[in-house]
């Protein structure tokens, strides 16, 4: 039986099952964290990289963004570290579950063409993708999309009976979207209906993400409780999403966000990557972490060592 991650420590993660982690989460009682960072550009800390820096500063589950599984790495690991052990590595960094995100966009879309932003083969949601990701030791796939990029909710949707049947025997799979993608017509409230949560978990979804109240026009503490009682009722957990830039706000904003959040009834609080570019700022993740669950689940997560 698996203990609440609250209370896990590394040895207790290297041993978990995808049924653990799902169990683990449950028994959090919406207290779980997890930080989406960037390594494809410069850590902020130079030689550490930014999912090592979050998970100091409190996150319990690791969440890599523009995650090429086709080239893998990450800036700020050991220069010794080959592509094929990126993810265990980082884990053993850590101590910590890692996740990553794909992206199912739809053949034929232009999306961005920045530096940052630019679709690469290996960040696209397919079975291809998907096993190379379960190969690298991949606990959590997130079908989500970056700003401009075209995500819909169709393809997620269909890429989840994909992955469903490919991975979901081993790997956590979660669903939705945080901010329009690109998409203009699913940009506000109608990013997340209740449809769309009930098409995804009947495609296989384990987690349901939504936009976190306060962080998308038109998406209230009372519309967030709404879609999240409809993934309970159906068998899933929910994770409420902060990427709008709004993890670089003030401490008190990531305060009212996280409680709201968790008066929702969200599962899984997701800090997003936008503090500056490549994780939120080091002091919200702490902030935000005692506004949900105190200074002891804090500071215990924190001070763990991974040697444990």
Known sequence: ????????TASDFAKFTKEDLLESIRKSEGRVIACETIGAVQPMLNDVTNAEFVAAMGADILLLNMFDVQHPGILGLPKNTAPEDTIRCLK???GRPVGINLEPVPEGTKGEEGPLWAMSAGRRA??????????????FILLTGNPGVGVTNDAISRTLTQFREAVGDRIVLAAGK??????????????????????????GADIVLLPAPGTIPGITMEYA???ILCAHRLGAMTITAIDTSQVGADKDTLRRIALMCKMAGTDIHHIGDTGYVG???????TAYSIAIRG?????????CSINR
Do not use: S, W
């Not at 397919?126 to 991949?138: I, K, Q």
């Not at 945080?178 to 495609?203: K, N, Q, S, W, Y």
């Not at 994780?279 to 993740?285: G, H, L, Q, R, V």
């Open 279 to 285: 994780m939120a700022t080091p002091e919200n993740i």
């Open 126 to 139: 397919t079975v291809e993708n998907a096993l190379l990701a379960r190969d690298l030791g991949v606990d």
């Open 225 to 227: 409780r709404e879609l």
């Open 295 to 303: 200074v002891r689940h804090t500071y215990h997560r924190m001070a």
């Open 178 to 203: 945080m901010h329009g993608a690109g998409v203009l017509t699913e940009a506000g409230r109608p990013i997340m209906t209740r449809e769309d949560v009930e098409e995804f978990i009947g495609a």
């Open 1 to 8: 039986m698996a203990k609440r991650i609250l209370d896990c």
């Open 92 to 94: 053993k960094l850590t």
